[in-house]
């Protein structure tokens, strides 16, 4: 059983920063890829960015050269730099992590990140 814990979010105003955190735990000492997803009440769930253990990176156009994906602590970690935010980031995000070769994906919690004035 893989868990997700994750940490950061909260609030921050226009053009500031928020860093997200997500480190895996359990019986597995590989993920392929590990990312960030985003949803807003009424919308389907987004994708924001993943990487994957080879260090491709994969951004949505709206949150490039904005955002930073990295992954650290032995590839179990993902974090999620977050640069000149936008009113429209406001959302809830979600850790992810996907592994098709032992039939791997898991979600985390979610955490809420708003941007307001």
């Known amino acids: 059983q893989v868990e997700l814990v994750e940490s950061g979010g909260g609030l921050a105003q226009p053009g500031g920063s928020l860093r997200l955190s997500c480190t895996a735990s359990?019986?597995?000492?590989?993920?392929?890829?590990m990312g960030w997803y985003r949803q807003v009440p009424g919308k389907q769930r987004e994708l924001v960015a993943t990487e994957t253990t080879g260090g491709i990176t994969n951004y949505v156009d709206s949150v490039k050269g904005r955002f930073t994906i990295s992954r650290e602590n032995g590839k179990m970690t993902v974090n999620l730099q977050m640069d000149s935010l936008k009113f429209e980031d406001t959302a809830v995000y979600y850790c992810?992590?996907?592994?098709?070769?032992?039939?791997?994906?898991?979600w985390g919690q979610g955490t809420l990140v708003t941007v307001s004035s």
């Open positions: 992810n992590a996907y592994d098709p070769g032992v039939m791997l994906e898991v």
């Open positions: 359990g019986k597995i000492v590989n993920i392929y890829r």
